[in-house]
């Protein structure tokens, strides 16, 4: 079970974990249980019968039996519905699982990789997730730190998507200033290494030069996104504008994200309660997320 906030790479380790097994010449296969509806994602899971439903025009096989003897990779697992929670748990405890509509048990050994960027514990204690499922989960839990709390990978991070983007956009640039570094060790990455790796694609395709320096990046440490929001909402509250005016979509863009986190947090990684404590539906929140690459 690893576990971490978005963006953190869980799944570059869940590759790592594959390929430096037994396991890798056989199949690792993944899927994001959140990005389907119940129906769907048990049929990708478990595959189906002809027949079992409407559109159940042939047999499928599922990502379980594809995997046999390989890898499943299941992200977002704290995502999956309680009821296909019960068949996961089936297949733990019996390695053994019935296709959607079928009768015969289909015998398998595939190892489960899961991931997951809520508490598990506080959401066995909410209701959302089944306590047996979790302790079959939990046995060797692995926790991969926020970018926050390892800034020594940072260096090497930003060079490597430094010298990526480079070649794939073809430009100059070979080498991370000292005082671009030092902008980036000051910066807190909400994102992790999603946020750095969408910042130096960004920076280098806008941006040209040899060395990447602080004046190229658009970072700002999270004491003056603050402040600045701070301001923003005094300003307005006072009907008063400075005479430079104001970057009204800057503001309420940093508005809209401090509260997003605010509220992601406040739900413990459960996109729906976040959803409901700021009043949205869940597509238009995870539009939001994605937009501010919190997804």
């Not at 307005?236 to 997003?260: F, K, Y």
Request: hydrophobic residues 40%.
């Amino acid at each position: 079970l690893i576990q971490g906030e978005s963006g953190v790479g869980k799944d570059v380790v869940a590759n790592l974990i594959h390929r430096n097994s037994p396991r890798e010449k056989f199949s690792m296969l993944d899927i994001n249980c959140a990005s389907l509806p119940e129906p769907l994602l048990e049929s990708e899971l478990f595959g189906h019968e002809k027949g079992a439903f409407t559109d159940a025009v042939n047999q499928k096989m599922g990502l379980m039996e594809l995997a046999n003897r390989g890898t499943l990779f299941l992200d977002e697992i704290g995502e999956m519905s309680l009821t296909i929670q019960v068949k996961l748990l089936r297949v733990l405890e019996k390695m053994a699982f019935r296709r959607v509509g079928g009768v015969k048990d289909i015998k398998v050994n595939v190892r489960m990789v899961c991931a997951t960027n809520r508490d598990l514990r506080r959401s066995v204690e909410m209701g959302t997730f089944r306590e047996d499922l979790f302790y079959r989960l939990n046995v060797i839990p692995l926790r991969v730190p926020p970018l926050r709390e390892r800034p020594e990978d940072i260096p090497a991070l930003a060079e490597h998507f430094l010298r990526l983007y480079s070649e794939r956009f073809q430009k100059n640039f070979t080498r991370v200033g000292q005082d671009a570094l030092d902008a980036m060790l000051d910066y807190r990455w909400p994102g992790n290494i999603r946020e750095l790796k969408n910042l130096m694609e960004r920076t280098v395709l806008m941006e040209d030069g040899n060395e990447l320096r602080a004046s190229h990046l658009p970072l700002s440490s999270a004491d003056e996104d603050a402040s600045a929001i701070l301001v923003a909402v005094e300003q307005a509250m006072n009907q008063s504008i400075p005479p430079e005016g104001l970057d009204l979509e800057n503001i309420v863009s940093m508005i809209e994200r401090t509260l997003i986190e605010k509220a992601y947090r406040a739900a413990d990684g459960n996109q729906s309660q976040t959803a409901k404590l700021l009043n949205l539906n869940r597509d238009k929140l995870r539009y939001r997320m994605k937009s501010f690459e919190l997804l």
